[in-house]
């Protein structure tokens, strides 16, 4: 019957195809696939309205994966609409915007169709329905919204009867009334409703023109911003974004004879912005910040889409341990109601906020945060990225890429740049702990800044402690030997010891200046608390999360998978957090408020340049904790959003990272560690190939010229440089770093805690609110009080810390 290869002929043309064959096959094929069609079109029906297309609430729990911590997410209001009250505007919007052809097409477009068949069957990217019909379908009818190639063949079918037996104004308003708009809002109701508190009946053309926008993906057209589920959909893109969009919308709708030439030019004049979003009360105190939170790492580490998540129907364990939650919020509301008082010192207690993170050492688990007052009328989670800077909670990681890579010198193995490198001892090395010490490169030059002046570096309070070990240096949060022993080091060494230790690069400032070593970026508490886990897990680093598994319908959908790496080797990881341990458990220590008898604690202080934030970072050998606390009015209605000077609040001089967040901190993890196993640090391990290093002018000792025991006392004094420091607070500061409260009555405190200006990160989660502006070229640092900027001759350059 197939006469191939063909009978009777010879060479080539016995293994070419006859006409009759080619055509017998083709036809043969298209009938076989005509009837597989009409056979697939006859037995598909068009499938109820799917419950999917129903919002349900989404069950967040507690760490114990039974108590409740909240129910949100899919309770939107939806209310379904008739085809009559449905504005034409709106019908005219999304025909121009999504399928002109709407009202005449079968429903289906072959052409996008085959694109997007194609496109999945090789892999490549995965495409939607290009017809209002298919989306309908998406949306309505079916519950399997996977982009997967038998979906979309599923698809095209339904699509196909649903375009021959349903009337186009049923389609039309069974699509308005499921698609999703944003903000959890499902159908054209609950859009005009959520964006501008009206009836859709009330909707102007232009503002159709902008809920037709949304349609393309609302995550990127909401002018408000989505940050918690993408960090680049902020406010400003997405507004510029739709904006763009709209005014197309409204173009397209004047050129298919919606609008007139004039009602465009109208409407074009201003563009209808929608009203912010609106605060569920079921989200008050921390609710709002750990679902928050929580929802953002669920958006950004799982495929959950936030259109399905907003659909409802998950259960959501979080990492989050409710004693501690409310411990946490307790010790900060202590501190709140004894010393903040905005009636009686409306100038300097007004905007003060704490922020907070407690994460699990041995996991990565975020055990509990603090976000704010409440987050109905705080809206920025101070646990997550804030603008706020670290100061000198930042130095450990200074200190961890000086024993790991070494400073470049003039001896040892050879850099690609020509240098050598040498790895520092932090109790055998010495750096000059001069006040307004001039800072220099590695090479010995002098660095200058953009204008060519000298950078000088100062200490807080102007102390000046001559040669110091690094130990020492950090114990009374020295700040120039800190800030040439990250020159010495390399700023990008710097940079990547803190990355390693969990800190997001894009928190980091990338300008290789000296004040970097003073924590002038911005990670978040979170981050911090993670990064500072590290040291306590002796080097081996874990992302925090917040979320350990969801479900649907029973099944898992998400589930956390623990995966650490070695990210200092144990000696290096062990010695840090040695000297940390110095810094509370030393008299003259910054951090000794934090000090918890009977339980090893390491930790660091930290303020910034001016006063404008101050830190506690800590960790036992269980818990690592972050505290912060800055001035920073995040209304939504004020334009010009920045971060205020701390002096005078709470009735202190000046705040410091020694004060009230370590008083914090202390309190909290009391209360957290009741209870649980007391365990210790492991002894610091030997540093191979570690050296006695001396840098920033620190001239090294004379070396002994006999071995033998004087018989009589020298009367010359001792070259040995002290690891006490030299200096005292000038006259008239009264305060002594380890005496709490700290109230000069005027005068500056005289403790040595400092930091520097550092950030915040989004990491599990992305903020929700504004953002504050910073910026490391705008802050100075002062050389008084807690001034910690370094000083160039003809001023101040960049910030820095003060201790």
Not at 319 to 326: N, Q
Request: charge should be neutral.
């Amino acid at each position: 019957m197939i006469d191939y290869p063909r009978y009777g002929k010879y060479g080539w043309r016995r293994w070419v195809p006859s006409w009759k064959l080619v055509s017998g096959l083709t036809l043969t094929f298209l009938g076989a696939l005509m009837g597989a069609g009409t056979i697939a079109y006859a037995m598909v029906g068009i499938p109820n309205v799917d419950d999917s297309a129903k919002a349900q609430n989404n069950v967040y729990y507690y760490a114990d994966g039974k108590t409740q911590l909240a129910a949100t997410g899919g309770e939107v209001n939806r209310q379904i609409l008739d085809f009559d009250a449905i504005p034409k505007a709106m019908q005219d919007a999304v025909v121009s915007a999504e399928n002109k052809t709407f009202w005449t097409d079968s429903g289906i477009d072959p052409r996008g169709i085959g694109r997007a068949v194609f496109n999945m069957a090789r892999g490549g990217q995965t495409q939607g329905g290009s017809t209002i019909t298919q989306q309908y379908v998406k949306n309505n009818r079916l519950a399997d919204q996977s982009q997967t190639l038998s979906r979309k063949v599923k698809e095209l079918f339904i699509s196909m009867r649903v375009g021959n037996e349903l009337e186009k104004p049923d389609i039309m308003a069974g699509y308005l009334n499921t698609a999703y708009y944003g903000r959890g809002a499902y159908g054209l109701q609950a859009a005009a409703r959520t964006y501008y508190d009206k009836d859709a009946s009330k909707l102007t053309p232009s503002e159709c023109a902008f809920l037709a926008a949304l349609l393309k993906g609302a995550t990127y057209y909401d002018p408000a911003g989505t940050t918690d589920v993408d960090t680049s959909a902020t406010p400003e893109a997405n507004t510029d974004r739709a904006v763009k969009r709209w005014s197309w919308i409204l173009g397209e709708m004047t050129k298919d004879g919606y609008l007139t030439s004039a009602q465009q030019a109208e409407f074009s004049k201003k563009f209808p912005m929608p009203d912010p979003p609106k605060r569920n009360a079921a989200l008050s105190g921390q609710t709002g910040y750990l679902v928050g939170l929580a929802k953002s790492y669920v958006l950004n580490n799982s495929d959950i889409t936030a259109e399905q998540l907003a659909q409802g129907g998950y259960q959501i364990f979080t990492t989050f341990e409710k004693p501690k939650v409310e411990a946490l919020e307790k010790s900060v509301k202590k501190i709140t109601k004894e010393y903040i008082d905005v009636k009686k010192r409306p100038q300097y207690d007004t905007h003060v906020q704490f922020g907070g993170a407690s994460v699990d050492t041995a996991t990565g688990a975020i055990v509990a945060i603090y976000g704010g007052e409440d987050a109905t009328k705080h809206f920025t989670n101070n646990a997550d990225k804030t603008g706020a800077q670290v100061g000198s909670t930042f130095k450990p990681f200074v200190l961890a890429a000086a024993m790991e890579d070494g400073v470049r010198a003039k001896d040892g193995p050879e850099e690609q740049d020509g240098s050598t490198r040498r790895k520092l001892d932090p109790d055998k090395s010495r750096y000059n702990g001069k006040d307004d010490l001039v800072i220099k490169r590695y090479d010995g030059s002098i660095w200058h800044d953009e204008k060519g002046k000298e950078w000088k570096q100062d200490n807080e309070g102007d102390q000046s402690y001559g040669p110091v070990s690094l130990r020492r240096a950090m114990v009374v949060s020295a700040n120039s030997p800190f800030v040439q022993l990250g020159m010495d080091v390399g700023i990008d060494k710097v940079r990547q010891a803190a990355m390693d230790a969990g800190l997001k690069k894009d928190s980091l400032i990338q300008a290789d200046v000296p004040s970097f070593s003073l924590g002038i970026s911005e990670p978040s508490a979170i981050r911090m608390a993670g990064a500072y886990a590290t040291f306590a897990t002796n080097g081996e680093q874990r992302e925090p999360f917040s979320v350990k598994e969801v479900k649907k319908g029973g099944l898992s959908k998400y589930k956390h998978e623990d995966k650490s790496k070695q990210a200092f080797p144990t000696a290096i990881a062990s010695n840090v957090t040695d000297v940390l341990k110095s810094v509370v458990e030393d008299p003259e220590g910054t951090g000794n408020n934090a000090a918890i008898p009977g339980r090893d604690v390491a930790g660091k202080t930290g303020t910034t340049d001016d006063n404008m934030s101050a830190w506690f970072v800590g960790y036992t050998p269980q818990l690592s904790t972050a505290i912060d606390m800055f001035r920073f009015d995040d209304n939504e209605k004020n334009t010009k959003r920045e971060f205020l000077p701390m002096y005078n609040t709470g009735g202190q001089t000046s705040i410091h990272g020694s004060s009230f967040p370590s008083r914090i901190w202390k309190d909290y993890m009391t209360q957290a560690l009741e209870g649980t196993e007391v365990m210790r640090f492991p002894e610091p391990e030997k540093l191979e190939d570690a050296e006695a290093v001396f840098g920033g002018g620190a001239a090294s000792p004379k070396p002994t010229p006999t071995e033998q025991p004087s018989q009589s006392p020298s009367g010359q004094p001792s070259t040995e440089p002290s690891q006490r420091p030299t200096g005292r607070p000038k006259p008239g500061k009264t305060c002594e770093v380890w005496e709490w409260p700290c109230d000069t009555g005027g005068q500056d405190g005289g403790t040595t805690d400092g930091g520097a200006t550092d950030g915040g990160t989004t990491d599990s989660g992305g903020t929700t609110g504004g953002l504050p502006t910073s910026s490391p070229t705008s802050t100075t640092g002062g050389n008084g009080g807690n001034g910690n900027g370094g000083k160039t001759d003809g001023g101040t350059f960049f910030g820095g810390t003060d201790g």
